[in-house]
C-alpha cells in the first residue's frame, strides 16, 4: 500500500487515499467529504502534512 494525496476538485478538499501502487488510475477515488469522484493527484507531499486527519 501506499498514500496518495488528492484533491477534490468539487469542494476543494484534500485527501490521502490509501491504495496499492497497481491500482492508482485503475480503480475510482471519491472524495470522502462530498463524494464526487472528480479528484486530482496532489504532488506535493509538504502540503498534506498541514492537513489533519479526521
Ligand atoms: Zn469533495
Redesign the pocket.
Known sequence: MASYDFR?T????IFTHDLPMRDLGRVPVT??????D??ERVFTPFYAKTIRKS
Open positions: 477534490c468539487s469542494c476543494d478538499h472524495c470522502p467529504d462530498c463524494g464526487s472528480k479528484v
